[in-house]
């Protein structure tokens, strides 16, 4: 009797375990964990997550500062900070204006949006 309480007491701890993480990777999605996974594997600091509608470009990071890591890449670029509203950092470049938009996402994980692709953050 004993053997099976433990029996079905260990199943529905698998079963239970099954779900939690079958209900993780639905929430998130398979592409953003390979992402995420990417992020720890390699030592890339942005990865490419899509490219919207609108010519907006996502890129997922876990930098500690994601603000500085914006404005270094940036910098790197040619692009010269302006300022910052909010969550959109401005920069400009040949009398170009782009936009940097840092939100979190998910735990220490954030997005990055670089309005009209005029910038190729993980390259």
Not at 48 to 60: A, E, I, K, P, S
Not at 62 to 76: G, H, I, S, T
Request: aromatic share 10%.
């Amino acid at each position: 009797m004993k053997k099976r309480i433990v029996l079905w007491s260990g199943i529905g701890i698998v079963f239970l375990a099954a779900i939690t993480a079958g209900s993780y990777v639905q929430n998130i999605g398979v592409k953003n964990i390979k992402l995420m996974y990417a992020l720890h594997a390699t030592d890339k600091t942005i990865v490419l997550m899509d490219q919207g509608l609108n010519g907006t470009v996502n890129y997922l990071t876990r930098a500690k500062n994601p603000a500085e890591l914006v404005k270094q890449k940036m910098n790197k670029e040619g692009w010269s900070y302006t300022e910052q509203e909010g969550a959109g950092y401005f920069f400009e470049k040949d009398r170009q204006r782009c936009i940097v938009t840092v939100r979190q996402w998910n735990h220490s994980y954030f997005i990055l949006s670089v309005e009209k692709n005029l910038v190729d953050l993980a390259g």
